[in-house]
């Protein structure tokens, strides 16, 4: 089986440095809508089975506009269990003002996971995603069939995350490939029980040089 893991495309709040998080949303940038295309373009070549998506406007947006730019009917389901990282406190706030307020919490959300004190901000940690995260992703494989091409759209924190950990990654290491570009593409293969890596964090198709602000 292979997975294809998507990171929904640019936002506003991505744009302007602000955290959105599991229950923040802001809308897709108009550019976000033509990376979607490329993005199908990609694609056109893999028979899609199934597509799943977090719950939130932005994944959805992302899963909805690529369904239509394939111009396949390809299933589609949304999963809650794919959302973002609660964030808590963090959510709607920029990342420069967060790094100054806390900068220990900020600096171990990005870069030393096992640090991270997720009680200081009233939201989720990375032990708790990776679960909610991994039994989804588990229960989407063994509902589909073993030569099943899959898309699964979500947000850079959790996937980086739920991929790490479906690779076995400890918490620690979870950074260790560094993050997800909106719009980019990680591919796992799923045989007999295991995950493999293909594809991290692809962007080539997109044609454009990345900003700071696209990944995270």
Do not use: C
């Not at 640019?10 to 809508?33: A, C, F, I, M, V």
């Not at 790490?164 to 593409?185: F, Y």
Request: proline share 3%; charged share 25%.
């Amino acid at each position: 089986m292979e997975l294809y893991f998507v990171r929904h495309g640019k936002t506003e709040w991505n744009l302007e440095g602000k955290y959105q998080g599991g229950h923040g949303d802001s809308p897709l940038l108009p550019e976000s809508l033509h990376d979607i295309t490329l993005l199908a373009k990609r694609l056109k070549n893999i028979k899609i089975s199934h597509m799943y998506s977090s719950p939130l406007p932005r994944a959805k947006t992302t899963a909805e506009t690529l369904i239509k730019d394939l111009h396949e009917k390809i299933p589609f389901t949304i999963v809650d269990d794919l959302r973002e990282f609660d964030l808590g406190i963090m959510e709607g706030r920029k990342f420069s003002e967060l790094e100054e307020e806390m900068p220990e919490v900020i600096y171990a959300f990005r870069h030393q996971p096992a640090d991270y004190d997720y009680s200081l901000i009233r939201g989720e940690s990375f032990e708790q995603v990776a679960d909610r995260t991994t039994k989804a992703v588990k229960k989407i494989v063994a509902e589909n069939n073993d030569q099943d091409n899959i898309v699964i759209v979500s947000h850079g924190a959790a996937l980086v995350t739920l991929i790490q950990s479906l690779l076995g990654t400890e918490v620690a290491d979870i950074r260790k490939n560094g993050g997800l570009s909106n719009t980019s593409l990680t591919h796992l293969q799923y045989d007999n029980g295991q995950f493999k890596l293909i594809k991290w964090n692809e962007t080539g198709y997109l044609n454009k040089k990345l900003e700071s602000s696209d990944t995270i």
